[in-house]
């Protein structure tokens, strides 16, 4: 039985970034040459009650999607993933409400019921299996180790630009990081 250990989803640059989720055993390498962009890191949240934070980042998500706009992306190529349904449903509502208004849908809304003008924010585990060329992740569970998978599914969700919307000290986390065998 032949292995299936190359990864032909990602771009060179997202799966240099999310490997170091995968155990070593497994003896994943990239099955294709395209490099790709750069991981987007946007660390300037700072820390700050949840509440706070949520805020934060949901406007460094609108900027980083109106520029993505601005770069004529369309919006349902775009998706915001969070650690739980609560927080994506808070996301939800901010950018919603702020200006400007950003049309948001669910994942499993935009299978049933696509809306090309809104872009999908969810939960990591809800959207496992799913797919978008941009990939945005809100402050990826980087401090806590019980989180290995979820950090790995968040960066490997997108096969184009990935955008990881973190803090300074997380940053550093994810920096440190070692798979343990």
Not at 112 to 118: L, V
Not at 161 to 169: A, Q
């Amino acid at each position: 039985a032949k292995e299936m250990n190359r990864i032909v989803r990602n771009t060179l640059n997202i799966f240099e970034c999310s490997k170091k989720y995968l155990s070593p055993t497994l003896g994943a390498e990239i099955g294709h040459g395209v490099t790709g962009r750069q991981v987007k890191w946007v660390d300037s949240m700072s820390g700050c009650t949840l509440s706070q934070c949520l805020q934060q980042g949901t406007e460094i998500v609108r900027k980083e999607v109106s520029d993505l706009q601005r770069d004529r992306v369309t919006m349902s190529n775009i998706v915001v993933l969070t650690c739980d349904k609560s927080t994506s449903d808070e996301v939800c509502q901010c950018l919603l409400e702020g200006s400007p208004c950003i049309s948001t849908q669910n994942a499993e809304d935009a299978i049933k019921f696509p809306n090309h003008a809104a872009v999908v924010v969810d939960s990591i585990r809800r959207f496992k299996g799913l797919e978008r060329q941009v990939v945005i992740l809100l402050d990826p569970p980087f401090d806590d180790e019980m989180n290995i998978e979820l950090n790995y599914v968040g960066m490997s969700r997108c096969f184009c630009l990935l955008i990881i919307v973190t803090s300074k000290e997380k940053r550093k986390v994810y920096e440190e990081f070692t798979f343990e065998c």
